[in-house]
């Protein structure tokens, strides 16, 4: 039987529906879910080390994806310590030696407060579509809930880890389990997300786990307690003279 040429064109956008988004589709919709120009986070970060466990507070004002201050204000030692972002530079403030170093080059590589995260993830472009192209390896159910499983590669070379893979929740368009590579294949980090939370019609990670397999300990747990999106953000927090106050 002969189809008509109509009926193929009316075929083929059904059959494209029902192929689903490809990898990068996906892509750009995790990055829509979790992107607010301007917030303000409270957090905690608890240290699992080879030794002991401690517990480091603080809290961040961001402004899209150049700028960012940090203070952190617990424990004793660590508080009056504070980061700015600015752009690809990023100056840290230690209140004990009253004094600004410039982090850069090999220095990103280091932890932070001793924690499995390092400078170079706090430098990442957020906006995960800039640097990664990604494909749809396969589906996974974590926690009760249908995952695609994402392969991103990244575009430049100059990234921390050269791919990854991401399990991100089909209903919600948030990534629930990372593991990041090496270029040679090695396996660096892994990410799981233990809890989220919806905040004006996001979905966004409120407790994470964060283990850097090259290290000793338990990995870090990241807890959000506060989070205000399109927050009202003083333009002065974004100095280097901010760091001083």
């Known amino acids: 039987m002969m189809i008509r040429p109509f009926v193929l064109l009316l075929c083929l956008p059904l059959a494209s529906m029902m192929q689903g988004p490809s990898g990068d589709e996906i892509l750009m ?20 080390g080879q030794r002991d466990t401690r517990t480091v507070e603080s809290k961040s ?3 899209g ?10 424990p004793a030692r660590e508080k009056g310590t504070k980061m700015l972002k600015l752009k690809d ?6 209140a004990s030696t009253d004094r600004t170093i410039m982090i850069s080059g090999h220095m990103l590589r280091q932890s932070v407060m001793g924690s499995d995260l390092s400078y170079e993830d706090m430098m990442e472009d957020p906006h995960l579509p800039n640097i990664y192209s990604a494909t749809i390896s396969s589906s996974e159910v974590i926690e009760g809930r249908e995952c695609w499983v994402l392969d991103l590669k990244a575009k430049k070379e100059d990234i921390a880890y050269d791919h990854r893979q991401a399990w991100v929740d089909k209903e919600r368009y948030l ?3 990372e593991n990041l590579y090496a270029r040679s294949g090695k396996l660096l980090k892994t990410v799981d997300v233990r809890e989220a939370m919806h905040v004006h ?7 994470i786990i964060y283990r850097d397999v090259l290290k000793e300990g338990e990995g870090t747990e990241f807890h959000i307690d506060n989070i205000t999106l399109d927050a009202e953000i003083p333009d002065y927090l974004f100095s280097k003279a901010s760091l001083r106050r």
């Open 29 to 48: 919709r995790v990055d829509k879910n979790m992107f607010s120009e301007q917030k303000i986070v409270e957090s905690r970060m608890i240290i699992h």
């Open 61 to 63: 004002w961001q402004r």
């Open 65 to 74: 994806t150049n700028e960012s201050y940090t203070e952190f204000l617990a």
């Open 89 to 94: 530079m990023l100056w840290e403030y230690s």
């Open 175 to 177: 990534v629930l389990k």
């Open 201 to 207: 019609n996001h979905w966004l990670a409120k407790s």
